[in-house]
Every structure is written in structure tokens, then in C-alpha cells.
């Protein structure tokens, strides 16, 4: 990668103000390995990006300060659960970046969330991932892409991966990631039902279950191939035969009302479907754009989702807007 950032310093909007968006991912296959000493599981996992964005917007101002519009706001859809304060890793970006260029962290910024919360779809790691780029482009940092990556790996585990985007195997907790050449276009459609589901949780359910014997253990590096064959060569039906993740059963466990969302997006005409990371949007593969709209206004009607969202990935990761 190059020394400059996506964009540069001084693309700046009106009012001084710096604009970035990150996308959701789905990770189309999800292999979750044994429980590290540290709490986090080794993973073996495919991401897809996908073009359901959230845009955060940096001015300048005294001290830090945040304000959170449009799904999981206080005002939104989404129950509220986005905090507006330092709970958010938006502000812990905000921190970390500064601490890291030696500046004072002085901005304030404002996220306007189309991601639904807690939903499985990585929205507060894109949140994070393009806090970091705009506030790398507002106080000119001139952090490298790499120095942003590193960065983005202590904010969270999949904030490597909203701010590179495309489709990549991420191995670790997660963070550390392969780019892997995507040669075609993949639709979906995002179905998102009910509450948000806790991340910690959804892991300590799939411990649970298999320290029962319910469900085997772990994953190896080879369950990846299958899936990225599929992702290059298509077509929809291999894709849809080579999806998997190890966190849809507990998932299930925890929310059993899921099964009968797979099966809506199944019945609807979907080529495959599963829970997105550790739910609860199911992601339902389209044969295609055409496809994808279909499937979109049938899930509308099935009354099974709160939100249903035609999307296609692989798109790129977070980047400056304008
Ligand atoms: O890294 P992040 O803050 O997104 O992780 C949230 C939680 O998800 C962790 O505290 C851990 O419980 C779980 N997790 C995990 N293994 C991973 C990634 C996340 O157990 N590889």
C-alpha cells in the first residue's frame, strides 16, 4: 500500500467538515476455533462487503463530542442501543487515533447509521473504521494505511476488515486478513428481526454447546476453500452450497424464531441463506440484481423482518466521501 491514506488530507465538505463511510460485511463463512486464553476464538472466516454504508461526518470543535442519527439512535429504529458518549468506538477511534499522531483529540462527530446495531452485520466496526479515516484526512495525520490497520485491530476484531473492505480470509480474532480477488458481483438480500444479539453470548452458547457434545469442536484453515472457489467461479448455486457458520446454531439457540426467518428467505426464492456473523440479519443469496429486488419485496411481505435491504458486495472499504 502506498503512504497515503484513501483520499488524503484536505478533501474536506463545507464547514470544514471531513466526510467517510464504511460498508456491513457478511462473513459468508464463519469457522469459529477453540477459546483462546485472551476470551477471543481463533477464526477461520471469509468476509464479504456489502453495500449497506454508514457515513460518519468530523468538523472541527473544542474537545470531543458525539451525536448518533438514524438506526439504533435514541430517536431512529433499532431500540436505542447505540450510546452517543465514549461507550461508542467511534470516540474510542477518536482517542486512539490521536494518541497515536501526538495530537489533541478535538472533533465532532456525528454518524448517521443505516447499519442496523447489533445485528451480526459489523456496523460499529465500519462506524470505527471510517472515523479513523476521516479523522486521519481532518488532522492531517498522514497515518499510513497500515498504521490505520493496526489501530483498527485494538479497536475491535472486524475494524481490520471495514477498513479494507472487497472479500478477504481473516484468520485470528479476526483481524488479520488476506485480500482475496473477488471476480464478480454477489446480491443479497438483508433481512433484519427482532432485538440485536450479544456477540459475547452468541460465542459463550457455541462453547456451551459444545463442551455438551452437541455440536463438534473448532475448524481448520482448509474449510475457507470451498467458499472462495465458489466466490471467484459462482455460480449462485455453489455459493449457496458452500456458505457456513459455526455461530448460526447457537444463534438458533438463542433466538429460536430465526429458523422460521431462514426458511422465509429459502421460501421466497433465496438460493441459500444464513445467519450473518452472530446474527440476527440473515443474509439470503439473489441469482442476481433482478433476483435480488424479487426476493426483497417478498421478504417485505412475509411479516417475518423489521428491515429488509437489497445489497451486493464485494464494495470497497471505509473511505473519504466527496
Ligand atoms: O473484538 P470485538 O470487540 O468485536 O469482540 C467482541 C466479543 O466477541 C469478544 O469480547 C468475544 O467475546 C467475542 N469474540 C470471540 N472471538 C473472536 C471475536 C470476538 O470470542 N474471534
Given amino acids: 500500500m502506498s503512504n497515503a491514506t484513501a483520499g488524503g488530507p484536505g478533501r474536506?465538505?463545507?464547514?470544514?467538515?471531513?466526510?467517510?463511510?464504511?460498508?456491513?460485511?457478511?462473513?459468508?463463512?464463519?469457522?469459529?476455533?477453540?477459546?483462546?486464553?485472551?476470551?477471543?476464538?481463533?477464526?477461520?472466516?471469509?468476509?464479504?462487503?456489502?453495500?449497506?454504508?454508514?457515513?460518519v461526518t468530523v468538523r472541527p470543535a473544542?474537545?470531543?463530542?458525539?451525536?448518533?442519527?438514524?438506526?439504533?439512535?435514541?430517536?431512529?429504529?433499532?431500540?436505542?442501543?447505540?450510546?452517543?458518549?465514549?461507550?461508542?468506538?467511534?470516540?474510542q477511534a477518536a482517542e486512539l487515533l490521536a494518541r497515536h499522531a501526538g495530537v489533541e483529540a478535538a472533533a465532532h462527530l456525528e454518524?448517521?447509521?443505516?447499519?442496523?446495531?447489533?445485528?451480526?452485520?459489523?456496523?460499529?466496526?465500519?462506524?470505527?473504521?471510517?472515523?479513523?479515516?476521516?479523522?486521519?484526512?481532518?488532522?492531517?495525520t498522514r497515518a499510513t494505511r497500515g498504521d490505520l490497520?493496526?489501530?483498527?485491530?485494538?479497536?475491535?476484531?472486524?475494524?481490520?476488515f471495514s477498513l479494507l473492505g472487497g472479500v478477504a480470509l481473516g484468520n485470528g480474532r479476526g483481524e488479520r486478513l488476506s485480500p482475496v480477488l473477488?471476480?464478480?458481483?454477489?446480491?443479497w438480500v438483508l433481512g433484519i428481526a427482532g432485538e440485536g444479539l450479544s456477540t459475547p453470548a452468541v460465542y459463550a452458547e457455541l462453547d456451551a454447546?459444545?463442551?455438551?457434545?452437541?455440536?463438534?469442536?473448532?475448524t481448520d484453515a482448509a474449510s475457507t476453500e470451498p467458499v472462495i472457489a465458489a466466490l471467484n467461479a459462482g455460480p449462485p448455486a455453489a455459493l449457496a452450497a458452500a456458505l457456513d457458520n459455526d455461530l448460526q446454531?447457537?444463534?438458533l439457540r438463542l433466538r429460536p424464531e430465526l429458523r422460521r426467518a431462514l426458511r422465509a428467505?429459502?421460501?421466497?426464492?433465496?438460493?441459500?441463506?444464513?445467519?450473518?456473523?452472530?446474527?440476527?440479519?440473515?443474509?439470503?443469496?439473489?441469482?442476481?440484481?433482478?433476483g435480488a429486488v424479487r426476493l426483497a419485496a417478498e421478504l417485505a411481505g412475509a411479516g417475518v423482518f423489521r428491515t429488509v435491504r437489497a445489497v451486493h458486495g464485494p464494495v470497497p472499504g471505509a473511505r473519504l466521501v466527496g
Avoid: C, M, Y
Avoid at 67 to 77: D, F, I, K, L, N
Avoid at 79 to 90: C, Q
Avoid at 209 to 218: C, N, Q, S, V, W
Avoid at 277 to 282: A, E, F, H, Y
Fill in 209 to 218: 454447546l459444545r463442551a455438551a457434545g452437541t455440536l463438534p469442536d473448532g
Fill in 182 to 187: 473477488a471476480r464478480r458481483r454477489w446480491d
Fill in 111 to 140: 454518524i448517521d447509521k443505516s447499519i442496523p446495531a447489533a445485528a451480526g452485520l459489523a456496523g460499529g466496526s465500519a462506524d470505527a473504521a471510517a472515523a479513523l479515516v476521516a479523522l486521519d484526512a481532518l488532522w492531517g
Fill in 12 to 55: 474536506l465538505a463545507g464547514n470544514g467538515a471531513v466526510v467517510a463511510r464504511a460498508p456491513a460485511k457478511i462473513n459468508v463463512h464463519l469457522g469459529v476455533g477453540p477459546l483462546r486464553a485472551d476470551g477471543f476464538h481463533e477464526l477461520h472466516t471469509v468476509f464479504l462487503a456489502v453495500s449497506l454504508f454508514d457515513t
Fill in 249 to 251: 446454531a447457537p444463534a
Fill in 62 to 91: 473544542e474537545g470531543l463530542s458525539l451525536a448518533v442519527r438514524g438506526e439504533g439512535s435514541a430517536a431512529g429504529p433499532g431500540a436505542g442501543s447505540v450510546p452517543s458518549d465514549r461507550r461508542n468506538l467511534v470516540w
Fill in 265 to 290: 428467505a429459502t421460501d421466497a426464492g433465496a438460493g441459500g441463506a444464513l445467519v450473518s456473523g452472530s446474527g440476527p440479519t440473515v443474509a439470503a443469496l439473489a441469482e442476481d440484481e433482478d
Fill in 149 to 160: 490497520a493496526g489501530l483498527a485491530a485494538q479497536l475491535g476484531s472486524d475494524v481490520p
